[in-house]
Antibody
Framework: QLQLQESGPGLVKPSETLSLTCTVSGGSISSSSYYWGWIRQPPGRGLEWIGSIYYKGTTYYNPSLRSRVTTSADTSKNQFSLKVTSVTAADTAVYYC????????????WGQGTLVTVSS | QSALTQPPSASGSPGQSVTISCAGTSSDVGAYNYVSWYQQHPGKAPKVMIYEVTKRPSGVPDRFSGSRSGNTASLTVSGLQAEDEADYYCSSYAGSNILVVFGGGTKLTVL
C-alpha cells in the first residue's frame, strides 16, 4: 500500500533554510487524482497545513507561510520536497507529509513525521 | 489561534457516546462538504476517520460518524472503547487561497 517517509536534518540554525524530502512508495506521485501535502505540528500543539503540490507543479500555500515556503516534486525519484527559509524557533515542529485528495480536502495516508528543531 | 474551534477536552465512559464539535464559518465548514476528522495517538501520525463530512474510509469502525449543521461539524464516537482515547482534529476546505484549515484539537479521554 502507499507509504510516505519524511527525511532531512533534525536540527536547523535560526535564519537558515529548513529542507525536507518526502519519499513515496507503493504508488506514483504522478497520479492525476492527487496532490501531495505538508503539515506541521509544534510540540504539544495542533496541526497546521503548510502547502500542497501537484506533480505537474501547481502549488498552494498557507498564506501565513507563503513568503517563506517552497515545494517541489521530482517524479523521477517519486519524491516531493519542502523548503522553509529564514527559520526561527517558532518553526520547531514535527513535519508530516501526506497524500492530499484535493476534491474532498483530506489527507491520507500520512508519513510518520520528522521532528525539526530550530536552535543555534 | 486555530481557524476552526474545538473544545479542548471531551470524555466518556466505555460503551457511552461522545460528540466533539468543530465550529467554523460560512467560508469553510458551512460552505463546502469537505470536512474531515483525524485521530492522533501520542507520538503517532494523524489518521483520517471521516472525510467529506460523513464518509468513513475503509477500515474505520462504524462507531465513528460525522455530521454538520450550519457552520458547525461534529464527530460522534459511539460505544466508546479504551483505544478511542486520543486527540481528534477537524479540518475543512476553505477556498482556493487557503486550501485547508484545522481545528485546535480535542483530547478525548475514556474514563
Amino acid at each position: 500500500q502507499l507509504q510516505l517517509q519524511e527525511s532531512g536534518p533534525g536540527l536547523v540554525k535560526p535564519s537558515e533554510t529548513l529542507s525536507l524530502t518526502c519519499t513515496v512508495s507503493g504508488g506514483s506521485i504522478s497520479s492525476s487524482s492527487y496532490y501531495w501535502g505538508w503539515i506541521r505540528q509544534p510540540p504539544g500543539r495542533g496541526l497546521e497545513w503548510i502547502g500542497s503540490i501537484y506533480y505537474k507543479g501547481t502549488t498552494y500555500y498557507n498564506p501565513s507561510l507563503r513568503s517563506r515556503v517552497t515545494t517541489s516534486a521530482d517524479t523521477s525519484k517519486n519524491q516531493f520536497s519542502l523548503k522553509v527559509t529564514s527559520v526561527t524557533a517558532a518553526d520547531t515542529a514535527v513535519y508530516y507529509c501526506a497524500k492530499f485528495t484535493i476534491f474532498g480536502a483530506w489527507f491520507d495516508p500520512w508519513g510518520q513525521g520528522t521532528l525539526v528543531t530550530v536552535s543555534s | 489561534q486555530s481557524a476552526l474551534t474545538q473544545p479542548p477536552s471531551a470524555s466518556g465512559s466505555p460503551g457511552q457516546s461522545v460528540t466533539i464539535s468543530c465550529a467554523g464559518t460560512s467560508s469553510d465548514v458551512g460552505a463546502y462538504n469537505y470536512v474531515s476528522w483525524y485521530q492522533q495517538h501520542p507520538g503517532k501520525a494523524p489518521k483520517v476517520m471521516i472525510y467529506e463530512v460523513t464518509k468513513r474510509p475503509s477500515g474505520v469502525p462504524d462507531r465513528f460518524s460525522g455530521s454538520r449543521s450550519g457552520n458547525t461539524a461534529s464527530l460522534t464516537v459511539s460505544g466508546l472503547q479504551a483505544e478511542d482515547e486520543a486527540d481528534y482534529y477537524c479540518s475543512s476546505y476553505a477556498g482556493s487561497n487557503i486550501l485547508v484549515v484545522f481545528g485546535g484539537g480535542t483530547k478525548l479521554t475514556v474514563l
